[in-house]
């Protein structure tokens, strides 16, 4: 019956972020929010592994205040209990921040046998924090887990590496990090959705789990849209006769770039 | 900043030449140290082309580092960054490096930046520059402690030219294991090496089987280039063993050309960089074709066939 | 990177933040399982209109996207009725062909009229099994002499000791197929003559005429084939002798043209939303198309008659939409809140807009847009005229004709009595 905690981050959904075309800068302000993509797999296996030997699951989050959403989404997925560390400033804080934080709230919260956490985050993208969180708490940790089970006190994961598939066994409390590819999570039902708005949520301090600041590490001068500076040629090919036209497009435009 | 020690790490060599540039564009202006770190079992003897890229290298090869686990190399590291004190860490951002990146960054409470494509000095200080936003963006950032951990994705810098005449030095460390133990280990086909090749042609969804990688192979052949996948097909089928794009491989080829590849923003984030933009989609609304300097909207099966025939006719 | 004209920040339409989290997960569920799937389904049902998408109706189901309204306990979802058209639109922009989201609206609209009206047995024995996509439940009220007049009916329900006996038919009713080929079976909302002719003689009954796998004898339908929105079937049937036992009645004996005004002004809301969906879709085609085309070197869009056909366009779907979620919030006011400020006539005119406004703006739109892609539009492999002929069967017919909602709005503004020959 293991206790599993997965930490979850309210991202900017990046595929709806748009940009001042003059200023090129995001329109932050304005974006929509969604818990990021490898943490709702996260919850997804944590519910997963639920339905399997029981145990509880338990969502964690720091953030401001909309990071209240990520929790209610993994509880209208399904998860137990939900607790969010909201600080006014989190929009500063850097990943050792984050992880101190989070790794500070597990301990407080005691009583747990896995971690899991996404690999990264849809819109920081910094793979950053998951490890960080293992070094502060001091317990084992696995990478890119594409295929996770128990047995037993142990945990089986399957890391997924550029060279190949690495299968661990890990004695539990650890922390595991899941990518995109080790489910397809479920999308809540409007009962569910219902349900999770009126279930409660422990909301804590940086105070009540025992910090008292944090320290940056960088900071950034500056977010903007790259330009993009290309020709934009576009051949039509629906037609027999257009193909021979645009391929012969194509290698003049070619040997121009003095590719061929 | 005078007299700069910058360490360089990576679990490849040819990634640590990569890094050996960046960090000679760095101590040419600032003058200083280049040292590398080589870590990991049985590489001991691999490492002699390193010394003629920095001034010092520094080997740790034990059976302890048999199994790979980021917490354990990072604490390895940590030796030999005690010893040598530096002011940048240069960590090439593989999937083994940029999570060695980040514990080291724990490890001694330091500011880590990972997705690092670029890294400029300005007024004797770094402007590290990162994508953002899924890749949509790019971020200046700057570190405000020391050192700076810096992981830099492959393929952002050219190998150098060697010029240098380095000392190798072992060093011998205490390891603590990790209680991990590895059950299994699954090899993937090694492909080709997308971020080295001038030209890369990809398949995208659009491609049907995977025996129709075999007409992709022949074009990439006659441009003299590679071929590799987006990520459905790499990571849902399973017919490439990496994927171009945003936590995949990033290229910058001098040709790129994209065939039955939507364009995901992810994907677009990998091939960016990329010289010329070339995609072939039968869908006109694919996101692609805003990426692209020459973009075909047609049947990929006729149009890939007959830019093979015209090829071949020019080249003989 | 484009963003979808599928994401306004609503300022004017303001959900709940469950609405919102419902959006987005009825809108992946629908991108996920059936934007890839809604050629493949019209396609098919083109040629046989009985290859109804069993395996897609039961993910919807499995969603929970059927009986949104209904109360959890006939195993609905609880939830509001703004839900429900959230979840029709987003499906009807996932198939734009809208054979899906009508099904989905059929469901969630006369199960929750039949909640509102029909006796609670009845609605226990069969909300749930349409809410998990077990049985079909729609309406029946058109007949071959006509549709619009409905208290023009003549299919005529005989009280006989402890059951009604149906003789006449029915035309033009979406489910026939589905009652025949879904598990459990279903049947409709149906209207009947019971008393004298006019409206004054009409009951309504929950019309089953397949339950428990077992179709009822004296039950003859037949089905048609359609231009467009295949995968749902539309039919007919004759009753001779179909035998219902009496606690199938809807309420009280001849008030049944009230019941069914209410149960159109619901179903109305959530057909305008489909329509609304598919415009979207529809608009969304149009702008990639924009970024894309050029003639005589120039993008298309620069020319203005083209740009700003657009924009009156998209005007035109703002209010729609507008019309749409009005209409549903003030249904939640009525029938969800039970507001005792309000009442259900206050929903005739704000219904008959919606439906009016989005059905006419979806066709004039497909239409356009077809032109703006020129000859690619009209061939077979543009999927483009599927979601302009699904889209266009609202113009025609469906809870009601478009001149009856015009009729709706003059008389409730105008007065009946000045309307008159």
């Not at chain 2, 952002?156 to 299994?184: F, H, Q, W």
Request: hydrophobic share 40%; with cysteine.
């Amino acid at each position: 019956m293991p206790n599993i905690i997965v930490c979850v981050k309210q991202s900017y959904d990046v595929q709806q972020l748009r940009y001042d075309k003059v200023s090129k800068q995001f329109l932050l302000a304005e974006a929509p929010k969604k818990m990021s993509d490898t943490d709702r797999r996260a919850v997804e296996e944590a519910l997963r592994i639920r339905e399997k030997y029981g145990g509880k699951v338990i969502i964690l989050t720091v953030g401001n205040q909309d990071s209240i959403d990520a929790i209610r989404q993994a509880y209208a997925m399904g998860a137990d209990e939900g607790y969010a560390i909201i600080d006014k400033d989190y929009e500063n804080f850097d990943t050792n921040n984050v992880a101190m934080i989070l790794a500070q709230a597990i301990r407080k919260m005691g009583n747990f046998d896995l971690v899991l956490c996404g690999a990264e985050s849809t819109d920081g993208y910094s793979r950053q924090v998951p490890v960080k969180v293992a070094v502060y708490l001091g317990l084992p940790f696995i990478n890119f887990v594409r295929e996770l089970r128990l047995e037993g006190n142990y945990v089986i994961a399957t890391s997924d590496y550029e060279d190949g598939l690495y299968i661990y066994r890990v004695k539990m409390p650890a922390i595991v990090a899941v990518t995109l590819d080790i489910n397809e999570p479920r999308t809540p039902t409007p009962s569910a959705i219902l349900r999770a708005s009126r279930k409660p949520i422990t909301q804590w301090t940086l105070k009540d789990i025992g910090v008292d600041g944090v320290k940056v590490h960088f900071k950034v001068l500056n977010t903007y849209v790259p330009e993009v500076r290309r020709k934009r040629i576009i051949l039509d090919a629906s037609t027999d006769d257009k193909i021979v036209n645009a391929v012969q497009k194509l290698i003049d435009a070619l040997r121009q770039e003095r590719i061929i | 900043m005078d007299m700069v020690t910058i360490l360089s790490y990576s679990e490849r060599i040819d990634l640590q030449l990569e890094l050996a540039t960046l960090a000679n564009e760095i101590t040419n202006k600032l003058s200083g140290n280049s040292i590398s770190a080589v870590i990991g079992y049985g590489i001991k003897d691999k490492v002699d082309v390193l010394s003629k890229n920095f001034d010092k290298v520094f080997v740790i090869d034990s059976e302890d580092l048999k199994l790979f686990n980021p917490i354990t190399y990072a604490n390895v590291l940590l030796n030999i960054v005690n010893n040598t004190k530096p002011d940048i860490i240069l960590i090439s951002d593989t999937k083994r490096g940029g999570a060695i990146a980040s514990a080291l960054s724990a490890l001694l409470d330091t500011g880590c930046i990972t997705e690092v494509t670029k890294v400029e000095l300005v007024n004797d200080d770094l402007v590290i520059y990162r994508g953002a936003y899924g890749g949509l963006g790019l971020a200046q950032t700057k570190i405000l402690t020391s050192p700076k951990i810096i992981a830099v994705k492959p393929g952002s810098y050219p190998r150098p030219t060697a010029i240098k005449n380095g000392i190798i030095e072992e060093m011998k460390v205490d390891i603590k294991k990790p209680e991990i133990e590895l059950v299994e280990f699954r090899a993937k086909e090694t492909g080709a090496r997308l971020n080295e090749s001038d030209v890369v042609v990809v398949a995208g969804r659009g491609v049907k089987k995977k025996d129709d990688l075999q007409m992709l192979e022949d074009l990439a052949k006659i441009l003299g280039g590679v071929v590799g996948c987006s990520r459905p097909l790499s990571a849902d089928l399973g017919w490439c063993p990496t994927w171009v794009g945003m936590s995949g491989v990033t290229i910058k080829p001098k040709l790129y050309i994209g065939v039955g590849v939507s364009g995901q923003i992810q994907h677009i984030a990998g091939i960016r960089d990329s010289k010329i933009i070339v995609a072939i989609n039968i869908d006109p609304n694919a996101p692609i074709f805003e990426y692209v300097d020459y973009g075909i909207i047609g049947d990929l099966y006729k149009v890939v066939p007959k830019l093979i025939d015209e090829l071949k006719k020019i080249k003989g | 990177m484009s963003v979808p004209i599928s994401y306004p920040k609503d300022t004017v339409v303001s959900f709940t933040k469950d609405e919102i989290m419902f959006r987005e997960s009825v809108r992946e569920f629908a991108q996920k399982h059936i934007a890839p799937k809604w050629i493949e389904v019209d396609e098919e049902a083109s040629k046989d209109p009985m290859k109804i998408p069993l395996d897609l109706i039961k993910k919807i189901a499995d969603q929970g996207l059927l009986c949104i309204p209904c109360s959890d306990k006939y195993g609905g979802q609880g939830g509001t009725y703004t839900m429900a058209t959230i979840a029709v639109e987003e499906l009807a922009y996932a198939d734009p062909a809208v054979a899906l989201a009508v099904y989905t609206l059929l469901n969630n609209g006369w199960p929750f009229a039949l909640q509102l009206f029909g006796r609670e047995e009845v609605s226990q024995e069969v909300i749930p099994r349409v809410s998990k996509g077990e049985a079909f439940f729609g309406i029946a009220s058109t007949e071959p002499q006509g549709g619009s007049d409905v208290a023009g009916i003549r299919m005529t329900a005989k009280k006989i000791n402890n059951v009604y006996v149906f003789n006449g038919e029915k035309a033009y009713i979406s489910g026939v197929g589905e009652v025949q080929v879904l598990p459990w079976g279903g049947g409709w909302f149906l209207i009947a003559r019971t008393g004298e002719a006019g409206h004054r003689g009409l009951s309504a009954f929950a019309f089953l005429a397949k339950k428990n796998g077992v179709i009822g004898k004296g039950w003859y339908p037949t089905i048609y084939h359609d231009i467009g929105r295949h995968g749902l079937t539309t039919g007919g049937f004759k009753c001779e002798n179909f035998e219902l036992d009496k606690d199938y009645l809807i309420g009280e004996e001849n008030k049944g043209f009230y019941y069914v005004m209410e149960g159109f002004n619901l179903a109305r809301i959530l057909v305008a939303a489909a329509t609304v969906g598919g415009a979207r879709w529809l608009l969304e085609q149009a702008v990639q198309w924009f970024r894309t085309r050029k003639l005589f070197g120039k993008y298309i869009a620069s020319f203005e008659g083209i740009s700003f056909r657009f924009a009156e366009l998209y005007a035109k779907y703002e209010a729609a939409r507008y019309f749409v979620y009005r209409a549903s919030r003030l249904a939640d006011k009525i029938y969800i809140e039970k507001d005792p400020a309000y009442n259900p006539r206050d929903l005739n005119i704000p219904v008959a807009l919606a439906k009016m406004y989005g059905p006419e703006l979806a066709t004039e739109l497909g239409q356009e847009v077809m032109k703006w892609y020129g000859a690619y539009a009209y061939t077979k492999e543009s999927p483009i005229h599927r979601a302009w002929l699904g889209l266009f069967s609202y113009t025609i017919g469906a809870e009601g004709a478009q001149n009856i909602m015009r009729y709706i709005i003059a008389r409730d503004l105008i007065g009946s009595e000045y309307m008159r020959d």
